[in-house]
Nanobody
């Protein structure tokens, strides 16, 4: 499956952005979708994941309560709604897909999108 992330941009602290992850090549429904981010000089880290049916969601502690992940299997698209953004959320955000259940370890995701830049100004 090929993934295309989009929706990044520049926003002030406290603002919102919605990232999209569009899939092509294969049906979307068997995949768990994860969002990861990588800030300059830091390792890529887990942000959120959503299970195959879209019913189960998982978040890192740093974004819980502010970000919402969702998945529309009919549109082959996943979303990351980001509210109350903080400067420390600045990073390149990647979506990834894996066959199988939830996992927060990036090494276990088989497919990756190209990343979209999110910059939060203070």
């Amino acid at each position: 499956v090929q993934l295309q992330a989009s929706g990044g941009g520049l926003v002030q602290a406290g603002g919102s952005l919605r990232l999209s992850c569009a899939a092509s090549g294969r049906t979307f429904s068997p995949y768990t979708i994860g969002w990861f981010r990588q800030a300059p000089g830091k390792e890529r880290e887990f942000v959120a994941a959503i299970g195959r049916t879209g019913k189960n969601t998982y978040y890192s502690d740093s974004v819980k309560g502010r970000f919402t992940i969702s998945k529309d299997n009919a549109k082959n698209t996943a979303y990351l709604q980001m509210n109350s953004l903080k400067p420390e959320d600045t990073a390149v955000y990647y979506c990834a897909a894996r066959l199988g259940g939830y996992n927060r370890y990036l090494e276990l995701y088989q497919y990756w999108g190209q990343g979209t830049q999110v910059t939060v100004s203070s």
